[in-house]
C-alpha cells in the first residue's frame, strides 16, 4: 500500500498543471478540460483519505464527483460547439464580444 503522501503528490501536481492550463491558455475547450482536471484532483484527495481512514464515503463522493463533471462537460461541449459552427470562435475574449451581436 502506498503512503498517503504519494497520493497527495499527485492530486497536487494535477491540480497546478489544471491551473496552469485555466491561467495560461484563452482557449474554452482547454479551460474546460483544464478545470475537469483540477476537480479530478480533488477526487484524488477525496479517494485517498477515504482509503486512509477505512471509510467509504469519500469513494462515493468520488464517483458522484466523476458522473458530474461527465455530465457537465458533455453540455459545454455542445454549448461550445454550437457557437463555434455559428460565429467560428474558441476564445473567451471573442465571445464576451459576440454577446452584443446576438439577434433576437
Not at 14 to 33: D, S, T, Y
Not at 70 to 98: F, G, N, Q, Y
Request: proline share 2%.
Amino acid at each position: 500500500m502506498l503512503p498517503i503522501t504519494h497520493y497527495l503528490f499527485l492530486s497536487f501536481a494535477l491540480f497546478f498543471i489544471g491551473l496552469a492550463g485555466v491561467v495560461i491558455r484563452h482557449n474554452l475547450i482547454v479551460n474546460l478540460f483544464s478545470m475537469d482536471i483540477i476537480l479530478n484532483a480533488a477526487s484524488i484527495n477525496f479517494v485517498a483519505f477515504s482509503r486512509l481512514y477505512g471509510d467509504a464515503s469519500g469513494q462515493v463522493f468520488a464517483m458522484l464527483a466523476v458522473v458530474m463533471l461527465a455530465l457537465e462537460l458533455l453540455v459545454a461541449l455542445a454549448i461550445i460547439a454550437a457557437v463555434c459552427s455559428r460565429w467560428k470562435c474558441a476564445t473567451p475574449d471573442e465571445e464576451k464580444d459576440l454577446s452584443s451581436q446576438l439577434d433576437y
